[in-house]
């Protein structure tokens, strides 16, 4: 069974930077679009980021500029880089296929900006 962990959150001021990293426990991984989502206190979770098997990516318009997402195949891995963070990034972020396989939701990693 393929398992999802995701690292790198933490608590960051307003403008700083995180990197998140999602290690796949298979590699099956490789064949499939790979996606950064977050759910923040009390909304729904949204799709941030999505990075094709091919490599191609496109972005929630909220951090389109800011986020990029890349992937690792050799070593099973997705990644999101987050600059000019702002308090409204702040969630719980999760890594997953896209579209979404609801047994792959892992832990995820909590990520909270302070203004």
């Known amino acids: 069974q393929v398992q999802l962990v995701e690292s790198g959150g933490g608590l960051v001021q307003a403008g700083g930077s995180l990197r998140l990293s999602c290690a796949a426990s298979r590699t099956i991984f490789r064949f499939y679009a790979m996606a950064w989502y977050r759910q923040a206190p009390g909304k729904e979770r949204e799709l941030v980021a999505v990075v094709s098997a091919g490599g191609s990516t496109k972005y929630a318009d909220s951090v389109k500029g800011r986020f990029t997402i890349s992937r690792d195949n050799a070593n099973n891995a997705v990644y999101l880089e987050m600059n000019s963070l702002k308090p409204e990034d702040t969630a719980v972020y999760y890594c997953?296929?896209?579209?979404?396989?609801?047994?792959?939701w892992g832990q995820g990693t909590q990520v909270t900006v302070s203004s």
């Open positions: 997953n296929k896209d579209p979404a396989y609801e047994r792959y």
